[in-house]
């Protein structure tokens, strides 16, 4: 098993025991060392993020929050399974609140 399918196998179990639900994948091309960690999670409530007429979504605290508090705890437990030093230099985090 090469190095990269090892680290992919580490942060998705990682995630996993901690609680999250996540896809993770590395980067391709001129990306190809970036690990990428995509997570879905629940929405917080009370929620009330809005809608604007031309389609954007203007969050909410509860989600900004929870986006926050959650992005610094998966960046650190990403940075402490790969020895990667991350933020904004080889792992990318995205948290998808559904
Ligand atoms: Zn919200």
Do not use: F
Request: charged residues 25%; aromatic residues 8%.
């Amino acid at each position: 098993m090469n190095r990269r399918t090892e680290e992919t196998k580490i942060v998705k179990y990682g995630l996993i025991k901690a609680g999250y639900k996540a896809t993770v994948k590395h980067g391709r091309g001129t990306a190809h060392s970036w690990i990428d960690v995509d997570v879905q999670m629940v929405k917080p409530q009370p929620c009330t993020c809005e809608t604007t007429p031309w389609g954007t979504v203007e969050r909410c605290d509860s989600c900004k929050n929870a986006y926050q508090n959650h992005y610094r705890s998966i960046l650190e437990l990403v940075r402490q399974l790969t020895g990667r030093h991350g933020e904004y230099e080889n792992i990318g985090v995205d948290i998808n609140l559904i």
